[in-house]
Nanobody
Framework: QVQLVESGGGLVQAGGSLRLACLAS????????MGWYRQAPGKQRELVAT???????NYADSVQGRFTISRDNAKNTVYLQMNSLKPEDTAVYYC???????????WGQGTQVTVSS
């Protein structure tokens, strides 16, 4: 059974950096797209960044130039390097993966990122 486990969240001051990691375990297939979403209190879950199997990436305008998504197929892991963090980046960050075989989305449990002023 596919399981996504996030790590790397925590508390950081504005201007600081964090690196999130999402490890996919128990998978017998390749995901066509993996990415990161986030949800702040009182807000809808929003796209942060995605990375396709072909190598293309997509970023939300709010994080463009500050965040970088990368994918390591050998480790079955996707990373999110977050630099120049702002208080508005505070949210629960969720890992997501799309399976073209089963045509379904998989989600991690989320990891809290808190950026203080």
């Amino acid at each position: 059974q596919v399981q996504l486990v996030e790590s790397g969240g925590g508390l950081v001051q504005a201007g600081g950096s964090l690196r999130l990691a999402c490890l996919a375990s128990g998978s017998i297939f390749s995901f066509s797209r993996m990415g990161w979403y986030r949800q702040a209190p009182g807000k809808q879950r929003e796209l942060v960044a995605t990375h396709s199997r072909s190598g293309s990436t997509n970023y939300a305008d709010s994080v463009q130039g500050r965040f970088t998504i990368s994918r390591d197929n050998a480790k079955n892991t996707v990373y999110l390097q977050m630099n120049s963090l702002k208080p508005e980046d505070t949210a629960v960050y969720y890992c997501n993966a799309w399976s073209p075989i089963y045509q379904t989305d998989y989600w991690g449990q989320g990891t809290q990122v808190t950026v203080s002023s």
